[in-house]
């Protein structure tokens, strides 16, 4: 896998929108916050634009995401929000000098989009984390995608679940917002999850949703031949009238009941304040005991 080259003091990064529209306040903070840090803050020159929910149209946001990939001065690239959108923009994007001059692509939930298909076509490292929209939710959660973009980020260990079950593995991390991977199935975006470790989340579904997503996944081989599960934040999950038998942990864990890979629960990212950075597309350590549930990311 590639990775990017970490940011220094100076460096530039872009702030572009390719989904739900912004607005110039909404995005002071975070600008503050990034010029702070040492970095340069680009805008995309259509990121307040308006059209519906969106943030321009779709050939106003495809211009600003290729600008910002294009532009050799810009070591990095941040979402401004998720929302929906990307999707409607990926198959006209040209990576060709992004492969040339790879850069952090950063964001969660829509930006799944773009980790996936990156990850797909072009084995480049990109970064699961917080977007600006959500810069002041949670102080940990914004400075652990600055300490992410420097190189700083090694590590994570957290608190066991109930569920979980125990094992080591070693494999190159992939995933995102479940949702959105559901979305991208048998697309050019699909990812390859064999012989990976595999990090989901999502928010605000039905659980017979998930159910469906987790079959999906099941059905189509992306969950036989994986090195681990690693499930984020499944958020303000919802239930019919008549009740679906089971939590969303419950569901995940049931679909993959015939493998016996390491699974581990509540890894604090996704759509949740304490949502911590971590790299997608890079080679990582999961240990799942029942004192803690680790993770180390390794260079090569």
Known sequence: MISPPYLVPGDSIAIIATARKVSEEEMKPAIEILEKAGLTVELGGNIFNKENQYSGSDEERLNDLQWALDDETIKAVIIAR?????????????????????????????????????????????????MPINFLKNEEATQSLLNALQGKLNSYSFEPHSLNRNGKAEGVLVGGNLSLLYALAASPSDINTNGKILFIEDLDEYYYHIDRMMINLKRSGKLKDLKGLIVGGMTEMKDNAIPFGKNSEEIILDSVKEYDYPVCFNFPAGHVDRNLAFYLGKKCELNVTNSDSSIVFFEK
């Open 82 to 130: 998720g929302g929906y959108g990307t999707v409607r923009l990926i198959d006209k994007v040209d990576f060709s000098l992004f492969q040339k001059n790879p850069k952090w692509i950063i964001g969660y939930s829509d930006v799944t989009v773009l980790h996936s298909h990156i990850n797909a076509h072009f084995q480049t490292a990109t970064l699961h984390a917080t």
